[in-house]
T-cell receptor
Framework: EPEVTQTPSHQVTQMGQEVILRCVPISNHLYFYWYRQILGQKVEFLVSFYNNEISEKSEIFDDQFSVERPDGSNFTLKIRSTKLEDSAMYFC??????????????FGEGSWLTVV | SQQGEEDPQALSIQEGENATMNCSYKTSINNLQWYRQNSGRGLVHLILIRSNEREKHSGRLRVTLDTSKKSSSLLITASRAADTASYFCALGAQKLVFGQGTRLTINP
């Protein structure tokens, strides 16, 4: 079964450094997402991306964050000037169509980011 | 925004028994999705049920939806140790909103 793949699985970074998390969505999918889960807390929506632009973002997704689809297969999340509170599991997800059209959203295994 | 709340927060049963988890929500929905998360791992999609559907099956999983009561249930029959995980219902379109989940423990 096709799956969303994410790299790295775990990254440790110094506070203030920039981090890029990478994702390869399922190949025929058109909608891409980033979510995060701070340890012990709920999974939170960050951003959705369609047709090469952000379609929706949460208040968490401020100027520190950016997303990009640099080529036909990758989807990246960049976190600038990381803070301790950015430590979390970051999930990439994708769907063929919009979720409210009954399209399943598939998640990757996550990238665990630790900021020290 | 839409949010489902799972109940119970934790459930511990013996292997072979059935496990039932519930999800309640407050707004109207187009569909509802159930996910499983093993500790420290990714979210695995289980079932999507549309608002015009009342029941869906997938293997040992059975999901029901009662839009009049704004609730859904996930039944796992003949549970196995490998079913030990957290289970979430998720509502929304692009922006899925997750609850705290039900932590299911299957005891051998």
């Amino acid at each position: 079964e096709p799956e969303v793949t994410q790299t790295p699985s775990h990254q440790v970074t110094q506070m203030g450094q920039e981090v890029i998390l990478r994702c390869v969505p399922i190949s025929n999918h058109l909608y891409f997402y980033w979510y995060r889960q701070i340890l012990g807390q709920k999974v939170e929506f960050l951003v959705s991306f369609y047709n090469n632009e952000i379609s929706e973002k949460s208040e968490i997704f401020d100027d520190q964050f950016s997303v990009e689809r640099p080529d036909g297969s990758n989807f990246t999340l960049k976190i600038r000037s990381t803070k301790l509170e950015d430590s979390a599991m970051y999930f990439c997800a994708s769907s063929e169509g919009q979720g409210n059209s009954g399209n399943t959203i598939y998640f990757g295994e996550g990238s665990w980011l630790t900021v020290v | 925004s839409q949010q489902g709340e799972e109940d119970p927060q934790a459930l511990s049963i013996q292997e072979g028994e059935n496990a039932t988890m519930n999800c309640s929500y407050k707004t109207s929905i187009n569909n509802l999705q159930w996910y499983r998360q093993n500790s420290g791992r990714g979210l695995v999609h289980l079932i999507l049920i549309r608002s015009n559907e009342r029941e869906k099956h997938s293997g040992r999983l059975r999901v029901t939806l009662d839009t009049s009561k704004k609730s859904s249930s996930l039944l796992i029959t003949a549970s196995r140790a490998a079913d030990t995980a957290s289970y979430f219902c998720a509502l929304g379109a692009q922006k899925l909103v997750f609850g705290q989940g039900t932590r299911l423990t299957i005891n051998p």
